[in-house]
């Protein structure tokens, strides 16, 4: 038996919050040092700088499987416009 939510729940965005960042802060791949999230009625924004193009996509991938994320806003920058195609393919 598949458990479901009532069909009006909708997740605190404290706990939305919470996951996205431990989510971005646990994985090896990003440094999310000087990235900051913000969330309003399940709307993640993402402001700061990484990297890379590879870390932008990355941190926005991560942030969309979260439960409760119900859009991203990805305002990161990334430092280094150019990225080797090894990067670019694990990423798929």
Request: proline letters at 5%.
């Amino acid at each position: 038996m598949v458990s479901r939510m009532p069909k009006n729940y909708r997740r605190p965005d404290e706990h939305v919050l919470d996951n996205v960042c431990e989510r971005l802060a646990m994985h090896p791949g990003v440094d999310v040092f000087d990235v900051t999230v913000h969330i309003e009625a399940g709307v993640i924004r993402l402001v700061g700088t990484v990297k890379d193009r590879y870390e932008r996509r990355l941190v926005e991938k991560i942030t969309e499987g979260v439960w409760g994320v119900r859009d991203i806003e990805n305002g990161v920058r990334f430092r280094d416009p150019t990225v080797s195609p090894e990067r670019t393919l694990s990423l798929r």
